[in-house]
């Protein structure tokens, strides 16, 4: 496979569909997984429009890479669930507050103790909040409208949210009983893998007139959520892909990797799934509300003031796994495709019309969480993206280990004493994740950020570190 370097940060496989964003050194570890080939395959796919995209944290997944981006046409295009990944609407919320973090360091630890207390995490996890199937319903179809109604925010949430934090077009109908089964009781849990709250400090700046308009001053805590839509979403792209399967195979489709299993734009089946993720795209952003709402409880019962006098405004909540109907202009004209983000955050810029109205002459926030014990990024949409990679950046940092390989090679003592000489405090369900998580295991944030917002997707407004990590 030769590998093509455009500039600093752009390469191109051969004389391929494919476009990866990346620095030299990135480049060298996509080279040693299936990254690389995995979006290679993608690009084969019928009716791609211009090339599929590896983001700079981009890295082997199931048939799709993490970090990709593949837009395919409205008409005569397909729609993948492989192309979504199976935690769908794994998103990342930041919730602001008025705090420095010099004026509560003392009470970091009371914090983190009643957040572990107040939101449910780790494998399985459950919230007995006494929700039953017709709420899971209301809440699949309706988003986060329905939990506001019920007391469960604040009613300027939807305006800080993608989408308002509900698509249009979902039927519960369309998913399995068993993905209800799994869903009813982990809305508003963290579960486990790569999801956490972190208590972040805003360390730098780097726009300080976006910073503004964003709410965000150097020394703030400000509140990080990375989840998704936990057995409810999994459970649904399982189930698509094994329905594809048989799709497949009635319509005589050959596939490198049968994880790209895909269905023809209009068809019943990708009608069907389209349908099905909306549930699930909805019950994650209420899944990331109803966190929210413990996070506010947690700093009410420590400080003893309304989650509204410590200025607990949502900054953002976006989706990096997802596939949206977009309008996106491709050889001079603007024409409708299904954009298929998987691992991969939206990125608009200024004056685009689904950026909220606050940040309208700015841009979007674009959210960049890192790993446990490091650094996390608040970037703002960038016209770069619109011309380039459908209006998406990176969405992390990307692992650059295996789970089994940080569990031998990783100690758990390394990542406790690499924390508390940073002075982050941590809470956590299982030990395990001590090493699966650990800092080593991913790319270094700084390096893709850098890439990212060097190539134009996106620009810095500010980097983060933790000083409290709640993990699953």
Same mark, same amino acid.
């Given at each position: ?37 995995? #979006? ?42 492989? #192309? ?19 004026? +509560? ?38 988003? +986060? ?124 089946? #990708? ?94 926030p674009v959210l960049i969480p890192g790993s446990m014990g490091t650094a996390s990024y608040i970037l703002c949409g960038a016209e770069g993206a619109l011309d380039e990679t459908f209006g998406s950046a990176c969405h992390g940092a990307g ?28 809470? +956590? ?8 998580? #650990? ?34």
């Amino acid at each position: 496979m030769i590998v093509k370097k455009l500039d600093e940060f752009r390469f191109r496989i051969d004389s391929s569909r494919v476009k990866v964003y990346s620095n030299s050194r990135m480049m060298d570890i996509m080279k040693g997984d299936e990254t690389l080939k995995q #979006a290679l395959n993608a690009s084969h796919l019928p009716g791609l429009v211009e090339d599929v995209i590896v983001m700079p944290d981009g890295h082997e997944g199931y048939g799709f890479p993490v970090g990709g981006v593949a837009a395919f046409d409205a008409d005569d295009g397909i729609i993948s669930p492989g #192309a979504v990944g199976y935690d769908i609407n794994c998103g990342v919320r930041v919730i602001l507050t008025s705090f420095r973090h010099s004026e +509560i360091k003392g009470s970091i630890g009371r914090l983190l103790d009643s957040l572990f207390t107040n939101v449910p995490s780790g494998v399985g996890s459950k919230n007995n909040i006494g929700f039953g199937e017709a709420d899971l319903k209301r809440v699949s179809e309706e988003g +986060i409208g329905y939990l506001i109604e019920k007391g469960y925010g604040f009613d300027s949430d939807p305006k800080f949210i993608e989408e308002g934090g509900f698509m249009e077009g979902a039927d519960f109908g369309a998913v399995s009983s068993f993905a209800k089964k799994r869903g009813l009781n982990q809305i508003g849990t963290l579960g486990a893998g790569n999801h956490f709250l972190e208590l972040q400090k805003v360390e730098q700046l780097f726009d300080e007139r976006t910073a503004e308009a964003f709410g965000l001053f150097r020394d703030q805590v400000v509140v990080m959520v990375h989840t998704g839509s936990r057995g409810f979403g999994h459970q649904i792209c399982t189930d698509y892909l094994m329905e594809l399967a048989e799709y497949r195979s009635r319509k005589g489709i050959a596939l490198e990797d049968p994880e790209l299993s895909y269905a023809y734009v209009g068809s019943k089946e #990708a009608e069907s799934y389209i349908k099905a993720m909306k549930c699930a795209v909805n019950f994650a952003f209420s899944n990331r509300q109803l966190i929210t709402d413990s996070v506010r409880r947690s700093f009410e019962k420590v400080f003893g003031k309304g989650a509204d006098e410590m200025g607990m405004q949502v900054l953002y909540d976006v989706a990096h796994n997802i596939v949206k109907l977009e309008e996106h202009k491709v050889g001079g004209s603007r024409k409708k495709l299904y954009v298929h983000r998987k691992g991969a955050t939206r990125s608009l810029p200024k004056g685009s019309k689904d950026v909220p109205k606050s940040y309208i002459s700015f841009g979007q926030p674009v959210l960049i969480p890192g790993s446990m014990g490091t650094a996390s990024y608040i970037l703002c949409g960038a016209e770069g993206a619109l011309d380039e990679t459908f209006g998406s950046a990176c969405h992390g940092a990307g692992r650059v280990m295996s789970r089994h390989r940080a569990l031998r090679e990783i100690p758990q003592s390394r990542t406790f004493e690499s924390m508390e000489q940073k002075g982050i405090e941590l809470r +956590i369900k299982s030990r395990k994740l001590v090493s699966e998580e #650990a800092e080593w295991v991913y790319k270094d944030i700084d390096d893709v950020v850098g890439v990212v917002s060097g190539a134009g997707l996106a620009s810095l407004v500010s980097r983060n570190v933790p000083i409290g990590v709640v993990k699953g």
